[in-house]
């Protein structure tokens, strides 16, 4: 059975108007062309959908059960058409976005707040999550796009950079290390280490830090948070070694911030998606003006 979209329409329209004519009419086609696509119908479905007489055209009991499912797959189709209009127009979807929690709150709001200025028909969800989470989110659909730094050896992912940062020392803004202009890592021998737990990526290129140095990273402090780092830092407790980015959490407290070097230690800050997924436009449209504003703030704290 090969039932097409103009005869379904050809039947309701006749069958609407009672006549060949005025379905033509309403259709804008010939009343040939109406009256054959009905004849095709009724072939395909092997009964006949209207009794014709010379004066009138009135529907079989085949045909007035037929009609309101055919107007439904009509309806249907209409309605599924104007939602993937709404879709690329930007008027509707869902984006999932899910990040760390200093990325998520240094490097999404601004775009979120402005994205639905532009779009207040599409919501933006905003997950902030451990590294490992994210992955496993993007990867089984629950996120739409994942930020932050990963491996590259994860599979099934897309990836785009968006910005690239480098390890600084934060210290007590009156100690002894806030005196180093270009701190090297071997500075820190001796210092009392504040470090995030091994669920952070960044703990992983510290680590690789201290060893490049010939120090060991024992730490004094383990924390999860970079928040929780820095105020331990202000209370005097430490040190910390932590990415670029908390320099924004940092400038409303009493800590003195230097680039490490020999070696510098750098990340790269990317979006990540699941492969072999078209992404929407809304989200397309998102992940650009995320990438603008990772650009801005780079070039704010650099």
């Keep these: 059975m090969n039932v097409t979209l103009r005869q379904l329409h050809a039947f309701v329209a006749v069958a609407v108007a009672g006549n060949f004519t005025r379905a033509s009419d309403r259709l804008n086609v010939t009343q040939s062309a109406v009256s054959a696509l009905v004849r095709e119908l009724e072939s395909a479905l092997a009964i006949r959908l209207f009794d014709r007489t010379t004066r009138r055209v009135e529907l079989t009991d085949a045909g007035r059960e037929f009609q309101p499912t055919a107007e439904k797959l009509i309806a249907d189709l209409d309605h599924a058409v104007h939602n993937v209009h709404d879709l690329v127009e930007r008027r509707r979807g869902r984006i999932t976005v899910a990040a760390p929690p200093l990325l998520a709150?240094?490097?999404?709001?601004?775009?979120?707040?402005?994205?639905?200025?532009?779009?207040?028909?599409?919501?933006?969800?905003?997950?902030?999550?451990?590294?490992?989470?994210?992955?496993?989110?993007?990867?089984?659909?629950?996120?739409?796009?994942?930020?932050?730094?990963?491996?590259?050896?994860?599979?099934?992912?897309?990836?785009?950079?968006?910005?690239?940062?480098?390890?600084?020392?934060?210290?007590?803004?009156?100690?002894?290390?806030?005196?180093?202009?270009?701190?090297?890592?071997?500075?820190?021998?001796?210092?009392?280490?504040?470090?995030?737990?091994?669920?952070?990526?960044?703990?992983?290129?510290?680590?690789?830090?201290?060893?490049?140095?010939?120090?060991?990273?024992?730490?004094?402090?383990?924390?999860?948070?970079?928040?929780?780092?820095?105020?331990?830092?202000?209370?005097?407790?430490?040190?910390?070694v932590l990415p670029t980015y908390a320099l924004t959490s940092s400038k409303t407290r009493r800590i003195a911030a230097n680039r490490l070097t020999s070696p510098t230690v750098s990340r790269d800050i990317i979006v990540i998606a699941r492969e072999g997924h078209a992404l929407p436009p809304a989200t397309n449209d998102f992940l650009n003006r995320l990438q603008r504003e990772a650009t801005s703030l780079s070039r704010q704290i650099a």
């Design 105 to 240: 709150a240094v490097m999404l709001p601004n775009v979120i707040a402005a994205f639905h200025r532009d779009f207040p028909g599409v919501t933006v969800v905003l997950v902030d999550a451990p590294t490992n989470q994210i992955v496993a989110s993007v990867r089984s659909g629950e996120a739409d796009l994942g930020v932050g730094t990963f491996s590259p050896d994860e599979k099934g992912l897309v990836r785009r950079q968006l910005t690239r940062d480098s390890l600084m020392l934060f210290c007590q803004a009156q100690s002894p290390p806030a005196a180093f202009e270009r701190p090297k890592w071997r500075d820190l021998k001796g210092l009392p280490l504040i470090a995030l737990t091994r669920e952070s990526g960044i703990r992983a290129l510290v680590d690789y830090g201290y060893e490049a140095a010939e120090l060991s990273s024992q730490p004094a402090y383990e924390v999860s948070q970079i928040t929780t780092a820095l105020a331990l830092v202000e209370a005097g407790l430490g040190v910390s």
